[in-house]
């Protein structure tokens, strides 16, 4: 045991930084600190307002909220959550993710769809996607890309189930496809499912459970769990310049972390949990020496991109009362495509589906739209004034009523955010299970005579199956402090 105590930095307050220092505070350490480039906790789990209602800019659901879950379970444990998640039935269903939504469908034509209408592309779309890495269907794939097999797979069933159906209704069929596919981009946050790896997507598990929100906000979380461990354990807008470790066989055991303003502060180990796009971006100058061949591979192999959320408040609703979920349908699309190529003059059709935000209020009823890639990254840089009447026409056309008028919106700009650089990771064309392990591995590699340990990682973009998700996040962040526990503790 080299030190009884030792001196630990964490880089970054998200949620894989919180439970790393959790995890380590609640087993005895105590020279822990957190250096927080931002002035507050949480990174990308993000509550606001819009009106009097909760807006989650960032992380918004616990998926799969069950016993699995450590999210769910300390949220429960916690009392963070309402008594619909806490249902026992609600935790043993297992929809792979895709919950039978109370849906409402409208076409670009100002036409309200009926759910039978639809019910065909939207059965054959989730079937697709409830393959696994062993089903036959994938096994027997040539495609590459999740877009492409979805694509091939879907024109072939579809020849085969609709052929008596008339060519209007096969069209729409096949356009009702692309309104979830462009679902889907949100759901990898990526410009379109042709850049995600076929068997990278389907290496992704899903815990049983019917998703569920924070009636309070998802930043309860971070709260509780900071609660658990002293508040000046944490310095806000302290950003790092360069984590300075060891990959000799020098007596020099120690690691630097430079900060910004030229601090050094000194540390036995260093736990890194900036988001893939800050390292993708920064991983030349945050690391000295730099980082091992095979790990800089990993992080530019591994795909980041941004998924961005448009909230949108009405003085009344137009949607049905029991509606959780508006689809989008553009009678053009039965191509099959998920992206828009005059992002400029088109971005507004990436929008395929708004949630329902709720609770409402009287005068204040909130819808989120999900808009990803870089159709996300384009609408950063509109004015609010242009968002808004984009939104504007949009809704007009969709459901025919031209008086319908948002009071206002808000929108998340995680692209432009100087500490994320987007969303969450997503496994691109060419990634595998190997390069997820190398984003974990800590420096120096296993083998070597220096110190092990010396910088670990953690994030949602280093968990091989749980990648990102808020508890993806947190198992890693446990993950890397359990490293540090069994060395100094057992």
Known sequence: MAHADPKIVIIGCGISGVAAAQRLHKSGFRHIQILEATDR?????????????????????????????????????????????????????????????????????????????????????????????????????????????????????????????????????????????????????????????????????????????????????????????????????????????????????????????GEKISADHVVVTVPLGYLKKHHSTLFCPPLPAHKLKSIEKLGFGTCNKIFVEFESPWWDADCEVIYLLWKDEESLSDHILDIRKSWIKKISTFTVITPSERGSHVLCGWISGLEAEHIETLPEQEVSRSITELVRTFTGNPDITPKRILCSRWFHDPWTCGSYCHPRIGCSAEDFESMMEPLPASGTQSKPLQVLFAGEATHPCYYSTVHGALLSGWREADQLITIFLC
């Not at 919950?99 to 100002?110: A, E, F, Q, R, T």
């Not at 759910?115 to 079937?127: G, I, K, N, Q």
């Not at 807008?237 to 984590?243: A, H």
């Open 41 to 261: 906790s949480g990174g990308r789990i993000k509550s606001g307002r819009l009106g009097n209602n909760i807006t989650e800019i960032g992380a918004c659901y616990i998926h799969g909220p069950s016993e699995e879950n450590p999210v769910f379970c300390l949220a429960r444990d916690y009392g963070l959550l309402g008594p619909e998640a806490l249902n026992p039935e609600n935790q043993i269903i297992d929809y792979n993710e895709y919950p039978p939504y109370i849906s409402n469908w409208l076409s670009s034509s100002g036409e309200r769809l009926s759910l039978e209408c639809v019910s065909p592309a939207v059965e054959l779309f989730h079937e697709l996607l409830d393959n696994d890495l062993e089903s036959e269907n994938l096994m027997n794939s040539s495609c590459a890309s999740v877009g492409h097999f979805i694509r091939s797979e879907a024109q072939t069933l579809a020849a085969e189930r609709w052929k008596d159906k008339d060519e209007n209704t096969r069209k729409l069929l096949l356009s009702a496809i692309s309104t979830m596919m462009k679902a889907e981009c949100c759901s990898s946050a990526t410009y379109s499912m042709d850049d995600i790896d076929l068997r990278g997507f389907y290496a992704y598990k899903s815990l049983p459970g019917v998703d569920c929100t924070f009636p309070r906000g998802f930043d309860g979380l971070i709260e509780k769990l900071m609660s658990e461990f002293p508040s000046d354990l944490v310095k806000y807008n302290w950003p790092v310049r360069c984590v300075h470790w060891n990959d000799t066989e020098s007596a020099i055991n120690t690691v630097i972390v430079e900060c910004e303003d």
